[in-house]
C-alpha cells in the first residue's frame, strides 16, 4: 500500500494512541498534522494546539494545514477522554456534559470542517472516527463514555449516507484495548466505582493490550485499501490490523 506523502490529520495526538499512529505514519512518509490541547514529545509535520470542543480552533487548524501540507487524504477523529469514570447515579453533571462535549460534538466538529472543506473542493477523502468496543459493551462506572461511543457509531453511520454521493469513505474505528494514559486510568479505579476493574488488571498483566501499531496499520488498510467507506463501524481491530 502506497502512502508516501499522503496528508493526514490525528485529533488527540498529543500521547497515546494519537500519538502512536501520528509517529508511525510519519515513518510511513506521510504527512501528518496533530492537534490537542498539550504538546506532543516528537515533533510532527504541524501541531496546534486544539481543543476539539472549539469549532472556530479546529477550523482554523484545518485551514493551516492545508496551507501547509497540503489537501487531506485522512482524517482521524481520535481525541477522547473516559475520565471519570464512577456511577451514573453520582455523577457531576458538569463532567458528564463536558464527556460527551468532547467525545460526541468533538467528532462531529472534526466531521463537519473535513467534509465541508472535500466539498468546497471538490475532493474526496477519507474520514475515521475513533469508536471503542464500549459502543456496544455497556460498563457499569462508564455511564457517558458508552453513551458517547455509541452515538459515535451511529454518527458514522450517517454521515456516510450523507456523503454516499461522492467518493469520500467514512468509517469508525475501534482500536482495541491498548496501552495508554487512559488503560493506566482504568486500572487504578476503585471496585466501587467500576467493578470489572480486575479484568482490566488481569489483561495488563497477561501482556494482552495490543501495540498501537495494530490499530495505526488497521486505519491505513481502511483509508487507502479497497473498503467501500460506507459507515462500516469496526468493532475488533484485530479483524483489519
Ligand atoms: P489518552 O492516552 O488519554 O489520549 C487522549 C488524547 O486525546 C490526548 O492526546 C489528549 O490530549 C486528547 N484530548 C483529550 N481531550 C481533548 C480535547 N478536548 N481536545 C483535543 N484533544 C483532546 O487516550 P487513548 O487511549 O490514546 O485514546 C484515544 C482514543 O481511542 C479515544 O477516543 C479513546 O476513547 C479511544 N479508545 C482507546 C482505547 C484504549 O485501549 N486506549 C480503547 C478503545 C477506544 P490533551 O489532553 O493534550 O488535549
Known sequence: MEVTDKVCVVTGASRGIGLGVARIFRERG??????????????LDLFRSVDVTDLDAVERFRDETVEALGPIDLWVNN????AP???????????????MDVNVVGVYHGARAYLRSLRATGRAGCLINVGSGASTSAYAGWGPY???????DQLTRVLAYEESDTETRVFCLAPGVVETGMQEYIRGQDAADFPMVDRFRQMHADGKLLDVAVPAEAMLKL???????????????????
Open 30 to 43: 506521510m504527512k501528518v498534522a496533530g492537534c490537542a490541547r498539550s504538546e506532543p514529545q516528537d515533533p
Open 79 to 82: 481525541a477522547g477522554v473516559l
Open 85 to 99: 469514570i464512577g456511577m451514573t447515579r453520582d455523577a457531576d453533571p458538569a463532567a458528564w456534559r463536558r464527556l
Open 146 to 152: 458508552c453513551a458517547s461511543k455509541a452515538a459515535v
Open 223 to 241: 483509508a487507502f485499501g479497497p473498503a467501500r467507506g460506507d459507515g462500516e463501524v469496526c468493532l475488533d481491530v484485530r479483524t483489519l490490523g
